[in-house]
């Protein structure tokens, strides 16, 4: 990510939260959990790193369905913006979470080993990644053999509700962020949401060695969640 989406990102830091409700209409809540959902491996134990983790919402939800299914999960929440981590770290603080380590770092270049992670996991950031292939090999690097990514974000939709997120998208938040928070960067906030391909998206996911990439949509497609597989090691032939 930029420096200039860097510093928008300490601007809003502070009412992000409330934006995203905003936003999505309250229901971005749901969306994590579908995605904290996807990222549960049948493995007793799961390594997960949250890239570009922002407040910590994704790997709180992360938490909170391992505790369900009786997994042991340590998070490694991964952000740049460092307005965006200390509020992270208050939130796990005030909810007595001890299981997530937040972290600096940069999304294209995590300084992880390789094979580190049985489960990555990213909410609403893929919109903001400068390159988003060298973000898709940076996770595959990171994964080990047979690990899941787990994609979530939000883009165009593709139903009879087009013209209602036009109107939303375009007239409403714009009009919100204008008045109560900060308009250049909802404005910028909404045309990523617009202009993003997902398709492209699993075009490279697929490019990349990926299996069983897919795509399912939510909400009527307000919103998305991408999951493939990094493919186990080939042994060896005798």
């Not at 292939?133 to 139903?159: C, H, N, S, W």
């Not at 997902?198 to 996911?205: A, G, P, Q, S, Y």
């Amino acid at each position: 990510m930029s420096q200039e989406i860097k510093s928008m990102f300490s601007r809003i830091a502070h009412h992000y939260d409330k934006m995203n409700r905003i936003m999505s209409l309250g229901i971005d809540t749901l969306w994590r959990k579908r995605a904290a959902k996807e990222s549960m491996l049948d493995r007793d134990t799961l390594q997960v790193l949250d890239i570009a983790t922002g407040t910590g919402d994704l790997a709180i939800e992360v938490c909170k369905e391992a505790e369900k299914e009786g997994k042991d999960v340590h998070v490694h929440a991964l952000d740049f913006n460092e307005d965006m981590l200390k509020l992270a770290k208050k939130k796990l603080k005030k909810m007595s979470i001890r299981n997530v380590e937040v972290i600096s770092g940069d999304a294209l270049k995590t300084g992880f080993k390789e094979r580190s992670f049985d489960v990555i996991t990213s909410g609403f950031a893929l919109r903001n990644f400068d390159d988003l292939g060298t973000f898709i090999m940076e996770t595959k690097r990171v994964l080990k053999p047979g690990g899941k990514i787990v994609l979530l974000d939000v883009a165009r939709p593709e139903t009879k509700l087009l013209k209602f997120f036009q109107l939303y998208y375009f007239k409403i938040i714009p009009a919100l962020g204008a008045r109560y928070y900060n308009e250049d960067a909802y404005t910028y906030l909404v045309s990523s949401i617009w202009k993003f391909d997902k398709e492209r998206l699993m075009k490279i996911v697929k490019d990349a060695g990926f299996r069983d990439p897919k795509i399912t949509n939510l909400t009527l497609g307000a919103a998305f969640v991408l999951t493939a597989t990094k493919p186990n090691v080939k042994r060896k032939s005798n």
